[in-house]
């Protein structure tokens, strides 16, 4: 496991994440953190400043989702289980779309983030639980029997999530910043020519 700690930004923050939930089997991972976002390769930009939108392309070489697993399980009785765990994925394809709008404030114009859609492309993904009570070496079979077997329905089932933080985060951080630079001090050229 990589030393998370020497990362330079702070970890996106999920509280629950529905790995999968049916009535016989419940997954969830509790007070996920997400790092990874600063290991990335940008693919593509396009700008469109009249309609102030743009369109990143971006590849993620890995992003780590650890948390606390919650496992409930009913066959012939009910199973639960928590304990440790770590998501691994490479190579996570972003397509974002971006809106910004302007307002003015104290005869000031100022730019803010103010619409964000995204889809993210994971292909794969490893993990890692803590398997360290010896006596539940059965149990963990069965969790990664039902992983690996169920790879792309938790994809799809965890994919919303993933994207709502990251977004919801993005704007966060984009707003912070803009509101405190004006329009003018980003955009010198385009209010020369205005």
Same mark, same amino acid.
Request: proline fraction near 3%; include cysteine; charged fraction near 30%.
């Given at each position: ?6 990362? %330079?930004?702070? %970890? ?17 991972? /509790?007070? &996920?953190?997400?790092?990874? *976002? ?31 697993? +919650? ?20 190579? #996570? ?6 809106? *910004? ?7 000031? =114009?100022?730019?803010? #983030? ?6 993210? +492309?994971?292909? +794969? ?8 009570? =010896? ?5 963990? =079979? ?9 790879? =792309? ?6 994919? %919303? ?15 912070? &910043? *803009?509101? /405190? ?6 955009? %010198?050229?385009?209010?020369?020519? &205005?």
């Amino acid at each position: 496991m990589p030393d998370l700690n020497i990362l %330079p930004i702070e %970890p996106l923050n999920i509280k629950d994440l529905t790995i999968i939930h049916t009535d016989n089997l419940k997954v969830n991972m /509790r007070d &996920v953190k997400i790092y990874g *976002f600063c290991d990335l390769v940008v693919n593509s930009v396009y700008t469109d400043p009249d309609r102030r939108h743009f369109n990143f392309d971006l590849n993620f070489n890995h992003l780590y989702l650890n948390g606390t697993y +919650d496992f409930d399980v009913r066959i012939l009785m009910e199973i639960t289980h928590k304990g440790l765990s770590q998501i691994t994925i490479d190579n #996570a394809g972003l397509k974002v779309e971006l809106d *910004f709008k302007t307002i003015t404030k104290n005869g000031n =114009k100022y730019i803010y #983030a103010s619409k964000l859609s995204m889809n993210i +492309d994971i292909k +794969d993904f490893t993990y890692k639980i803590d398997e360290s009570r =010896k006596e539940l070496a059965d149990f963990y =079979k069965i969790i990664t029997d039902i992983i690996n077997t169920n790879k =792309k329905d938790i994809v799809k089932q965890v994919k %919303p999530s993933i994207e709502k933080e990251i977004s919801e985060n993005i704007i966060s951080i984009l707003n912070n &910043v *803009f509101r /405190r630079i004006s329009y003018e001090e980003l955009f %010198p050229e385009k209010t020369r020519i &205005v």
